[in-house]
């Protein structure tokens, strides 16, 4: 069943868009692992970084899927 209160249901693998660029210029993070907190990687420079998941879907402008 899924939770209805959160605006997106992010899962491992999925590329997020976020409103603000990293410093390195992209906008592109590819989650790693979810939970409370979202663990994300940035896809031009590839860091890691660990969002609570309320922070997370207030910058997030898109999900784009996994292929699968």
């Known amino acids: ?3 209805k209160f959160f605006l ?6 999925d590329i997020v868009t976020m409103k603000k660029a990293h410093p390195c210029g992209c906008k592109d993070w590819l989650v790693m ?3 409370a907190e979202i663990k994300l990687r940035c896809q031009g420079c590839g ?3 660990s969002i609570p998941r309320p922070s997370l879907e207030k910058s997030t ?3 784009k899927k996994k292929e699968v």
Not at 8 to 13: A, L, V
């Open 61 to 63: 402008v898109a999900v």
């Open 47 to 49: 860091h890691d970084v």
């Open 1 to 3: 069943m899924a939770n």
């Open 8 to 13: 997106y249901k992010y899962e491992s693998g």
């Open 33 to 35: 692992r979810t939970g």
